[in-house]
Protein backbone atom coordinates (compact mmCIF):
# COMPACT_ATOMS: atom_id res chain seq x y z
CA UNK A 1 0.00 0.00 0.00
CA UNK A 2 3.03 2.27 0.91
CA UNK A 3 3.95 1.68 -2.97
CA UNK A 4 1.03 2.64 -4.35
CA UNK A 5 0.67 5.97 -2.95
CA UNK A 6 3.93 6.65 -3.97
CA UNK A 7 3.52 5.39 -7.58
CA UNK A 8 3.93 7.70 -10.55
CA UNK A 9 0.30 7.34 -13.11
CA UNK A 10 -3.05 6.42 -12.00
CA UNK A 11 -3.08 3.04 -13.63
CA UNK A 12 0.11 2.31 -11.24
CA UNK A 13 -1.70 3.21 -8.43
CA UNK A 14 -4.56 1.07 -9.23
CA UNK A 15 -2.43 -2.08 -10.13
CA UNK A 16 -0.02 -2.04 -7.09
CA UNK A 17 -3.09 -1.24 -4.64
CA UNK A 18 -5.66 -3.55 -5.75
CA UNK A 19 -3.01 -6.61 -5.99
CA UNK A 20 -2.64 -5.82 -2.45
CA UNK A 21 -6.31 -5.61 -1.16
CA UNK A 22 -7.05 -8.50 -3.47
CA UNK A 23 -5.19 -10.43 -1.53
CA UNK A 24 -5.98 -9.02 2.09
CA UNK A 25 -9.69 -10.03 1.92
CA UNK A 26 -9.15 -13.51 -1.06
CA UNK A 27 -11.21 -11.48 -3.30
CA UNK A 28 -11.15 -12.27 -6.91
CA UNK A 29 -11.00 -8.92 -8.23
CA UNK A 30 -11.03 -5.14 -6.12
CA UNK A 31 -11.29 -2.07 -8.32
CA UNK A 32 -10.25 1.47 -7.62
CA UNK A 33 -11.94 4.57 -9.05
CA UNK A 34 -13.55 7.81 -8.37
CA UNK A 35 -16.96 8.99 -8.42
CA UNK A 36 -17.40 12.78 -9.27
CA UNK A 37 -20.03 15.10 -7.91
CA UNK A 38 -20.77 15.65 -11.89
CA UNK A 39 -22.45 12.80 -11.81
CA UNK A 40 -20.13 10.71 -13.62
CA UNK A 41 -17.79 7.44 -12.18
CA UNK A 42 -13.84 6.85 -13.55
CA UNK A 43 -12.69 3.18 -13.17
CA UNK A 44 -8.78 3.13 -12.76
CA UNK A 45 -8.27 -0.03 -14.89
CA UNK A 46 -5.33 -1.77 -13.42
CA UNK A 47 -4.94 -4.72 -16.22
CA UNK A 48 -5.09 -2.58 -19.58
CA UNK A 49 -9.10 -1.45 -20.98
CA UNK A 50 -11.62 -3.15 -19.41
CA UNK A 51 -14.82 -2.95 -21.47
CA UNK A 52 -17.27 -3.70 -18.41
CA UNK A 53 -15.05 -0.98 -16.84
CA UNK A 54 -15.57 1.24 -19.85
CA UNK A 55 -19.36 -0.14 -19.90
CA UNK A 56 -20.40 0.81 -16.13
CA UNK A 57 -18.43 4.39 -16.75
CA UNK A 58 -20.74 5.18 -19.78
CA UNK A 59 -23.85 5.18 -17.64
CA UNK A 60 -24.35 2.02 -15.96
CA UNK A 61 -22.89 3.37 -13.07
CA UNK A 62 -25.95 5.09 -12.67
CA UNK A 63 -27.68 2.16 -11.64
CA UNK A 64 -25.24 1.08 -9.49
CA UNK A 65 -26.84 1.05 -5.56
CA UNK A 66 -23.47 2.02 -4.17
CA UNK A 67 -23.09 5.13 -6.53
CA UNK A 68 -26.41 5.98 -5.51
CA UNK A 69 -25.53 5.89 -2.26
CA UNK A 70 -22.88 7.82 -2.84
CA UNK A 71 -24.92 11.00 -4.91
CA UNK A 72 -27.70 10.89 -1.73
CA UNK A 73 -25.14 11.83 1.24
CA UNK A 74 -21.80 13.38 2.09
CA UNK A 75 -21.02 10.74 4.48
CA UNK A 76 -18.03 8.17 3.80
CA UNK A 77 -19.33 4.34 3.77
CA UNK A 78 -18.00 0.72 4.11
CA UNK A 79 -20.60 -1.46 2.86
CA UNK A 80 -20.95 -5.01 2.14
CA UNK A 81 -24.00 -5.72 -1.05
CA UNK A 82 -26.13 -6.89 1.67
CA UNK A 83 -26.56 -3.54 3.38
CA UNK A 84 -28.17 -2.00 0.16
CA UNK A 85 -30.26 -5.31 -1.09
CA UNK A 86 -34.22 -4.40 -0.54
CA UNK A 87 -34.68 -7.74 -1.84
CA UNK A 88 -35.25 -7.19 -5.29
CA UNK A 89 -31.32 -6.41 -6.87
CA UNK A 90 -31.54 -9.36 -8.44
CA UNK A 91 -34.52 -7.90 -10.90
CA UNK A 92 -32.92 -4.97 -11.54
CA UNK A 93 -31.85 -3.84 -14.77
CA UNK A 94 -28.14 -3.08 -13.28
CA UNK A 95 -28.32 -6.67 -12.07
CA UNK A 96 -29.40 -8.13 -15.37
CA UNK A 97 -27.38 -5.57 -17.90
CA UNK A 98 -23.73 -5.46 -15.36
CA UNK A 99 -23.82 -7.06 -12.50
CA UNK A 100 -24.93 -10.42 -13.35
CA UNK A 101 -22.61 -10.84 -16.81
CA UNK A 102 -19.76 -10.30 -15.06
CA UNK A 103 -19.86 -13.37 -13.02
CA UNK A 104 -20.23 -11.06 -9.91
CA UNK A 105 -21.64 -12.62 -6.45
CA UNK A 106 -20.80 -10.60 -3.39
CA UNK A 107 -19.45 -7.42 -2.55
CA UNK A 108 -17.87 -4.92 -0.66
CA UNK A 109 -17.72 -1.25 -1.86
CA UNK A 110 -16.50 1.57 0.09
CA UNK A 111 -17.09 5.18 -0.72
CA UNK A 112 -14.81 7.88 0.87
CA UNK A 113 -15.04 11.27 0.31
CA UNK A 114 -12.11 13.50 -0.63
CA UNK A 115 -13.15 16.88 -1.55
CA UNK A 116 -16.44 19.00 -2.59
CA UNK A 117 -15.86 17.41 -6.06
CA UNK A 118 -15.03 13.77 -5.71
CA UNK A 119 -14.90 11.03 -4.07
CA UNK A 120 -12.70 7.46 -4.25
CA UNK A 121 -13.98 4.20 -4.16
CA UNK A 122 -12.53 0.35 -3.76
CA UNK A 123 -15.23 -2.62 -4.85
CA UNK A 124 -13.53 -5.83 -3.54
CA UNK A 125 -15.61 -8.93 -5.48
CA UNK A 126 -16.50 -12.28 -4.94
CA UNK A 127 -17.53 -14.26 -8.39
CA UNK A 128 -20.00 -17.51 -8.46
CA UNK A 129 -18.51 -20.17 -6.90
CA UNK A 130 -16.69 -18.16 -3.91
CA UNK A 131 -18.57 -17.61 -0.49
CA UNK A 132 -19.80 -14.66 0.82
CA UNK A 133 -18.31 -12.01 2.52
CA UNK A 134 -18.51 -12.34 6.06
CA UNK A 135 -18.41 -10.17 9.02
CA UNK A 136 -14.77 -10.67 9.35
CA UNK A 137 -13.78 -9.52 5.28
CA UNK A 138 -15.99 -6.57 6.19
CA UNK A 139 -14.16 -5.83 9.40
CA UNK A 140 -10.52 -6.08 7.70
CA UNK A 141 -12.07 -4.08 4.80
CA UNK A 142 -12.60 -1.33 7.93
CA UNK A 143 -9.22 -1.65 9.39
CA UNK A 144 -7.20 -0.39 6.03
CA UNK A 145 -9.50 2.15 5.62
CA UNK A 146 -7.18 5.25 6.84
CA UNK A 147 -4.55 3.69 3.70
CA UNK A 148 -7.09 3.46 1.24
CA UNK A 149 -8.24 6.53 1.79
CA UNK A 150 -4.47 7.91 1.48
CA UNK A 151 -4.08 5.88 -1.47
CA UNK A 152 -7.71 7.14 -3.22
CA UNK A 153 -6.53 10.82 -2.07
CA UNK A 154 -3.54 10.04 -4.34
CA UNK A 155 -5.36 8.45 -6.95
CA UNK A 156 -7.36 11.73 -7.39
CA UNK A 157 -4.76 14.28 -7.45
CA UNK A 158 -3.04 12.03 -9.82
CA UNK A 159 -5.94 12.11 -11.93
CA UNK A 160 -5.94 15.44 -12.11
CA UNK A 161 -2.55 16.06 -12.84
CA UNK A 162 -3.16 13.42 -15.90
CA UNK A 163 -6.29 15.02 -17.27
CA UNK A 164 -4.68 18.62 -16.77
CA UNK A 165 -1.09 17.27 -18.47
CA UNK A 166 -3.77 16.10 -21.04
CA UNK A 167 -5.10 19.30 -21.94
CA UNK A 168 -2.12 20.79 -22.60
CA UNK A 169 -1.15 17.94 -24.64
CA UNK A 170 -4.25 18.12 -26.60
CA UNK A 171 -3.84 21.96 -27.16
CA UNK A 172 -0.44 21.97 -28.17
CA UNK A 173 -1.41 18.95 -30.92
CA UNK A 174 -4.55 21.70 -31.83
CA UNK A 175 -2.10 24.27 -32.74
CA UNK A 176 -0.42 21.88 -35.15
CA UNK A 177 -3.22 20.74 -36.87
CA UNK A 178 -1.63 21.53 -39.98
CA UNK A 179 -0.79 17.29 -41.05
CA UNK A 180 1.45 16.75 -38.14
CA UNK A 181 -0.70 17.12 -35.05
CA UNK A 182 1.39 13.98 -33.65
CA UNK A 183 4.84 14.25 -35.38
CA UNK A 184 4.25 10.60 -36.38
CA UNK A 185 7.25 11.19 -39.41
CA UNK A 186 9.82 10.80 -36.60
CA UNK A 187 8.35 7.27 -35.30
CA UNK A 188 10.27 4.17 -37.02
CA UNK A 189 7.99 1.23 -38.13
CA UNK A 190 7.37 -0.04 -35.19
CA UNK A 191 6.99 2.60 -32.69
CA UNK A 192 4.37 3.60 -34.92
CA UNK A 193 2.55 -0.25 -34.30
CA UNK A 194 3.44 0.74 -30.86
CA UNK A 195 2.18 4.19 -30.96
CA UNK A 196 -1.30 2.98 -33.03
CA UNK A 197 -1.91 0.09 -30.24
CA UNK A 198 -1.41 2.62 -27.31
CA UNK A 199 -3.72 4.90 -28.84
CA UNK A 200 -6.08 2.15 -28.86
CA UNK A 201 -5.70 1.86 -25.24
CA UNK A 202 -3.20 -1.32 -25.05
CA UNK A 203 -0.74 -1.86 -22.42
CA UNK A 204 2.67 -2.97 -22.65
CA UNK A 205 1.79 -6.08 -21.69
CA UNK A 206 -0.67 -6.71 -23.95
CA UNK A 207 1.15 -5.20 -27.04
CA UNK A 208 3.93 -7.07 -26.32
CA UNK A 209 2.08 -9.98 -26.90
CA UNK A 210 0.41 -8.68 -30.28
CA UNK A 211 3.24 -7.83 -32.16
CA UNK A 212 5.55 -11.21 -30.45
CA UNK A 213 7.95 -8.60 -28.66
CA UNK A 214 9.08 -8.54 -24.71
CA UNK A 215 8.15 -6.66 -22.35
CA UNK A 216 10.94 -4.71 -21.40
CA UNK A 217 11.69 -3.89 -25.66
CA UNK A 218 7.81 -2.39 -25.68
CA UNK A 219 8.41 -0.08 -23.21
CA UNK A 220 11.69 0.97 -24.75
CA UNK A 221 9.71 1.60 -27.49
CA UNK A 222 7.55 3.61 -25.45
CA UNK A 223 9.67 5.87 -23.89
CA UNK A 224 11.01 6.79 -27.76
CA UNK A 225 7.68 7.16 -28.67
CA UNK A 226 6.61 9.97 -25.51
CA UNK A 227 10.37 11.24 -26.52
CA UNK A 228 9.65 12.20 -30.11
CA UNK A 229 5.81 12.94 -29.72
CA UNK A 230 6.47 15.41 -26.95
CA UNK A 231 3.91 13.37 -24.65
CA UNK A 232 4.73 12.05 -20.99
CA UNK A 233 1.88 9.32 -20.71
CA UNK A 234 -0.29 7.12 -22.52
CA UNK A 235 -3.63 9.87 -21.75
CA UNK A 236 -1.43 12.25 -23.07
CA UNK A 237 -0.95 9.99 -26.42
CA UNK A 238 -4.25 9.61 -26.66
CA UNK A 239 -6.05 12.87 -25.74
CA UNK A 240 -3.18 14.09 -28.77
CA UNK A 241 -5.00 11.71 -30.64
CA UNK A 242 -8.25 12.78 -30.25
CA UNK A 243 -8.00 16.40 -31.01
CA UNK A 244 -5.92 15.62 -34.30
CA UNK A 245 -7.34 15.50 -37.53
CA UNK A 246 -8.63 12.35 -39.01
CA UNK A 247 -6.10 12.37 -41.63
CA UNK A 248 -3.15 13.05 -39.74
CA UNK A 249 -4.08 9.86 -36.89
CA UNK A 250 -2.29 6.29 -37.31
Not at 85 to 112: C, H, K, L, M, N
Request: contains cysteine; glycine residues 6%.
Amino acid sequence: MAAAAMASSTEEISATFTAAASGLLACDRAYVGLYLRDHSSVTIDDRGPDPWNRNYDAHLYRQDPFFRRFANTRQDFLLPLAALDTGDFQRTAYYRDFYEPSQSFDEITGVFNLDTKAAGYITFLRFRGAPAFGPQDLALAEAISGATRLVLKQLWLQWRSEEQMAIRCGEEADHERNGSALRLSRLSTRERQIADLLIDGGSAKSISRSLAISPGTVRNHIKKVYAKLGCHSQVELMAAARVAEPATLP
